[in-house]
């Protein structure tokens, strides 16, 4: 298996450490991926720091997933490289995978399991001790409010119970790096509320958190660094401070994507 070759107009990722001392949780150089003609990641690096609670913003199809699912080592991309904590995804991929936690987008789960079962297999799948897996799960189970559903299938879960459990099951090993995509779709505001006071205990004690999300608020709100993304590339990225430049993140977002500026067509929507 070889891995992927640095992007051919980019610059060689630089060698070592970026400038400043410490490893990154997550460093991508020139990540790219083609669809037959289409290019959904044109070359993407971002350096995610240790410690940071980092969100990936962009509209649809700006290419959020396809970026977080090379960088994970679920889909391996046709150019560039993904270091977790120094460890190369796709050279070292079972010691990268020990360092990371993944909600991936869409990805189907053994979901003729019960809740229980499945957090339970994620742990005993990582070679854990299958007493600190029984321990963690009760605890993971109570944390995402899912104790009374623990003996229910995954498969009867609503949307936002799925999550919830596949949250949970990422978090099982205690990962140092965290990587969920659109973590807060279709959950409810109370239950919202415990994964973010979740999240935050684990950045305060030392984790690093990357989410992808369309709302705006909630990144603003929710992260210290945050990185734009539309048609492949990087429009934006740093601290949230850095990137909204003293608009609301919403605003910046909509000033670097581009917003809609016509509003004709759809006139026989109008009611009156
Ligand atoms: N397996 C695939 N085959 C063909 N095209 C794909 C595939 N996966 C993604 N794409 C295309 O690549 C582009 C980027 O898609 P991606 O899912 O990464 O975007 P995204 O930013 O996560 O979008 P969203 O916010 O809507 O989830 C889109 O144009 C999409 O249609």
Not at 57 to 79: C, E, H, I, Q, Y
Not at 132 to 156: C, H, I, K, P, W
Not at 191 to 202: K, M, Q, V
Not at 236 to 259: I, K, Y
Request: some cysteine; proline content about 7%.
């Amino acid at each position: 298996m070889t891995a992927p070759q640095p992007h051919p107009a980019l610059p060689p990722t630089p060698a070592g450490p970026p400038p400043g001392g410490a490893v990154p949780a997550l460093s991508i150089r020139g990540l790219a991926k083609r669809f037959g003609t289409k290019i959904a990641v044109d070359g993407i690096s971002l350096d995610v720091p240790a410690g940071s609670f980092y969100g990936i913003v962009g509209p649809n199809g700006a290419g959020k997933t396809t970026t977080l699912s090379m960088a994970t080592g679920l889909l391996r991309p046709d150019f560039g490289t993904a270091l977790v904590h120094g460890v190369d995804v796709w050279v070292n991929p079972l010691e990268a995978k020990r360092l990371m936690g993944i909600l991936p987008d869409g990805v189907r789960l053994f979901d003729r399991l019960t809740g229980e079962q499945l957090i339970t297999y994620a742990g005993l799948l990582r070679g854990m001790d299958r007493g600190v897996v029984a321990s963690r799960v009760g605890e993971l189970l109570a944390a995402m409010d899912l104790a009374q559903d623990a003996g229910t299938l995954v498969v009867d879960y609503s949307a936002g119970m799925t999550k919830k459990i596949a949250l949970a099951s990422a978090l099982i090993h205690a990962p140092r790096l965290l990587v969920l995509d659109e973590p807060f779709e279709a959950v409810d505001p109370v239950s919202a509320s415990n994964i973010r006071s979740i999240l935050d205990s684990y950045v305060a004690s030392g984790g690093t958190v990357i989410v992808s999300s369309h709302v705006m608020d909630l990144v603003q709100r929710m992260c210290d660094h945050v990185a734009v993304v539309a048609g492949g590339r990087v429009l934006a990225a740093g601290t949230v401070d850095e990137v909204r430049a003293g608009a609301s993140l919403e605003d910046r977002f909509v000033q670097l994507v581009g917003g809609r500026s016509h509003t004709e067509g759809l006139e026989w929507l109008r009611t009156s």
